[in-house]
Structure formats: structure tokens, C-alpha cells
């Protein structure tokens, strides 16, 4: 996506990949080829980024760079949060720019994205991520979202709040590794 836009989503775990992914092909939605992407998180080294809720992203897939930035969550009642996401195609030169402006990679994430449509402006990425498991993302129209959730309802988890570097740390701190920088397959 490149520019900007008001991107509203819901994230939710997923016990049982197999049946979300059939229950999907059920309903009429499209999957892509599974992508490996890897994202590097960057930040200032004390924090601030994180601590402002913005992100400062480059995702590498099949060796293509994509800058993305984005603003601070809000969340709504239903679970889904907003922010605002700018991407656009990135070179080398980029880690050099965010280098000139302090900041540093602070965070490494792999995970395994398959993305579905099905004609509207939805989209359901399941993704699965090392040592985490497999989460889904419905991003779009919230009362597309809202429809899609309903649809699945019982195949999914209530909404995580978190984003995946987020649970990525939580899950390291909680099996003693609070100290390391990624999660990679």
C-alpha cells in the first residue's frame, strides 16, 4: 500500500490453522502463494519510538525492500485498532538513512504470510510466526471485519491488542530469553 492510509485491523490467534484455512476457501476467499517475509523493526536506542506507539519497519520479501511507517494505535470497543501506515519500495540506502537519523535495528521478525480476498477491499493475512504460533489479520472496513470475524467465529481467538514484535518479546521474556533481538525460523 503505498502512501498513506487509515489502516483499521484486528488481529487474532488461531489454535487450529488447518480449519481457518478451509473455512476460508468455504466462503469464497482467494489465498496467495505463502510469502517468507522478514521485518526489521528500528528505533532510537532508548526507545522512543516504541514508547510514542510509531513504528519504523523495513519488510524484505523475496529480497524486495518496503519501508513502512506507522502512527500511534487507537482502539476501538470491537477489538479492531486504527493507525495510520505509510509504505512505499525501499533500496539499500535505506538502513543508511535510518542510521543518519539515530535510528538502529532494534528487532527481527520471520513469519510465513498467506493473504486472501475475496472482491472487496478486505483483506484476511493468516500468518504463521516461529515459536508463536499462527495468528490471523482482518484488515479493511470495519464492518467487513466485523462480518469476516463473524464468519469464523470459533476458529479464532478474541482480539490481541498486541503487535507481533510485542508478542514476540512477551513470549522470549516469559521462556527466559529477554535479552535476544529476534524470532526467525
Known amino acids: 500500500m503505498a502512501g498513506g492510509v487509515d489502516e483499521v485491523e484486528s488481529k487474532h490467534h488461531v489454535p487450529d490453522p488447518a480449519a481457518l484455512l478451509d473455512r476460508l476457501r468455504a466462503l469464497g476467499f482467494q489465498g496467495s502463494p505463502k510469502q517468507e517475509q522478514i521485518d526489521e523493526y528500528y528505533d532510537t536506542p532508548d ?3 516504541r514508547g510514542q506507539d510509531l513504528v519504523a519497519r523495513l519488510r ?3 529480497g ?3 519501508a513502512g511507517f506507522k502512527g500511534p494505535r487507537t482502539g476501538a470497543d470491537d477489538g479492531t485498532y486504527r493507525r495510520v501506515e505509510v509504505e512505499f519500495p525501499a533500496t539499500g540506502e535505506v538502513r543508511d538513512a535510518f542510521a543518519r537519523q539515530g535510528l538502529i535495528l532494534v528487532w527481527r521478525l520471520a513469519k510465513r504470510r498467506r493473504e486472501f480476498r475475496r472482491g472487496t477491499d478486505l483483506v484476511i493475512a493468516v500468518d ?3 515459536a508463536l504460533g499462527t495468528y490471523v489479520e482482518f484488515e479493511g472496513d470495519p464492518i467487513e471485519i466485523a462480518a469476516a470475524r463473524d464468519r469464523v467465529q470459533g476458529l479464532i ?3 490481541e491488542p498486541r503487535n507481533y514484535a510485542e508478542l514476540a518479546a512477551d513470549w522470549l521474556r516469559e521462556h527466559g530469553r529477554p535479552d535476544a533481538r529476534e524470532l526467525l525460523f
Request: hydrophobic share 55%; net charge neutral; proline share 13%.
Open 157 to 159: 481467538g478474541p482480539a
Open 47 to 49: 526507545g522512543r519510538l
Open 128 to 130: 504463521e510466526l516461529p
Open 60 to 62: 524484505v520479501v523475496a
Open 64 to 66: 524486495v525492500a518496503t
